[in-house]
């Protein structure tokens, strides 16, 4: 894979939102539907220097030697989604996410944790949506182009990261601007603790200090190695 960028390189991976479903409500209109998300997917990502170097069923994987063309990408590729015709399925919803670091390339491509991080980014958006790391935003921020915006998500915690990531929304004419709460652990624990209702006349109760105190009361056990539970994903 000689033709792959090296150094600091921005990835873009993208796949659609809901794609077994689709194909079991609509076999005979997915065929064509899906051809037609391959070729804008294709073209937005080769007009603009990029090289896919990984197709996973519907998902894209893309490396770009520069930041700025790898939005560009995806900007185009949401507007092109978003216009389309799409029959009898109603929409084709893409998410789609962006992520800058240098990597390690292999005689069978790159590795590495740039390649997990992205593929968490991915996983935290919706369809229609664009995500971008914080690695990524430095880079395009100031050469955005006229019209087109990112909107601060604020940090998250991502599935088997221990480091957190800012993310950012690419915001653009002809494409979807908003979207329900990210699919992060930031935003399950805020949900957890949001139900946790007061009621009227209810002094305020410190969960936490229970449960350290529930805990420390416990006798030691020994953990047991079990199989995890698997987990969907690229990598």
């Given at each position: ?52 170097f990984r197709t996973v069923g519907d998902a894209f994987c893309a490396a770009f030697s520069a930041a700025l ?167």
């Open positions: 894979m000689s033709d792959l960028p090296t150094g600091l390189v921005t990835f873009l991976f993208t796949d659609i939102e809901g794609s077994t479903r689709l194909w079991e409500r609509y076999p005979e209109a997915m065929p064509a539907a899906l051809e037609r998300h391959d070729s804008i997917m294709s073209k937005s990502i080769g007009d603009h220097a990029g090289v896919v063309p790898a939005v560009c990408a995806a900007l185009e590729a949401q507007r092109a989604l978003h216009a389309g015709p799409w029959g009898a399925i109603g929409a084709m919803r893409v998410r789609m996410a962006l992520h800058s670091s240098q990597v390690d390339l292999r005689d069978d491509g790159y590795v590495g944790p740039p390649l997990n991080r992205v593929a968490r980014l991915l996983a935290a958006g919706h369809g229609g949506q664009t995500l971008l790391s914080l690695a990524t935003t430095e880079l395009v921020r100031d050469y955005l182009p006229d019209g087109v915006t990112l909107r601060d998500l604020g940090e998250h915690q991502l599935r088997d990261l221990s480091q957190p990531e800012h993310i950012f929304q690419l915001v653009g004419d002809g494409m979807l601007r908003d979207f329900p709460p990210l699919k992060t652990l930031t935003n399950q624990t805020e949900a957890h603790i949001s139900r946790q209702h007061k009621l009227p006349g209810m002094p305020e109760i410190d969960f936490d200090a229970i449960l350290k105190k529930t805990q420390a009361s416990q006798p030691k056990k020994r953990k047991c190695k079990g199989k995890g539970t698997p987990e969907g994903g690229l990598f």
